[in-house]
């Protein structure tokens, strides 16, 4: 039997735990396929807010002109923010081809390594694939068939091989073929908290949002929108991490 006094102690004892601590939940953001229109508002609402995120970069966009390649090395001399390696050609939005030769994907990856300007460890994500590579694991887009996924294994386990990171995301905030968000931001925070609720993150507790540069756009409210995102996830009390510490 437990004394009065021991009840009151353990009482007071639940009071003084840290809310969160036995389920601290995570947003890792990251935004693909720049540097392009968008950038610069991310960047300048990043800084604003001081919350680590990760740009996936394209190669040829980085090339594209003075301005992109200005814009990635404003991201890369920012503290919190990651610029990982989104491939130097984006498949020429051509999937299935671009993954039919393991050779030229592990190719157009380590050019865009050059491009970037990038270190070991390189954090990858593989254009139009939703891959996650985890020890012994890589989970794949569940999008494609499985005789497609037996093909393109090889592919993801190729990269890997060679020393890169390599990211899925649990979420996607959407957008039209515009570039213009689907989810309002209401919308896009009830789903977050849905998906964790659900227990449907790859990793417990971790959820990788995935956003694109051209939804952030002034002509989308860009600036308003990503800067409610963060105010709304900062509210709920979720936690914002460095690609580098995701359980990978
Ligand atoms: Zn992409």
Known sequence: MLGKLTVIILALGLLAMPVQAADAKTIYLTFDDGPLFGTANI???????????TLFMVGLHVEASAEHKALMEQAKGMDLITVGNHSYTHAN???????????????????????????APVHA?????????????????????????????????AVA???????????????????????????????????????????????????????????????????ALIAGLKQRGYAFGHIADYDN
């Open 161 to 227: 091989a060679v020393g890169y990171e390599i990211y899925g995301w649990d979420h996607e905030w959407s957008h039209e073929s515009t570039g213009k968000p689907i989810q309002s931001v209401e919308q896009l925070l009830t789903e977050i908290d849905a998906k964790f609720l659900a227990n449907r993150e790859v990793e417990r507790g971790n959820l990788i949002l995935l956003m694109h540069d051209e939804m952030f756009q002034d002509h989308f409210d860009g600036t308003a929108n990503l800067t």
């Open 93 to 119: 939005n051509h999937y299935k081809r671009f993954y039919s030769s393991t050779r030229e994907v592990v190719d157009d990856l380590e050019k865009a390594t050059g491009v970037l300007g990038l270190t």
């Open 43 to 53: 960047l300048k609402v990043l800084d604003a807010e001081k919350v680590p995120a």
């Open 125 to 157: 994500r593989l254009p139009g694939r939703d891959v996650f590579r985890l020890p012994n694991l890589s989970r794949d887009d569940f999008g494609i068939g499985k005789a497609e996924d037996g093909k393109e294994r090889p592919d993801f386990n």
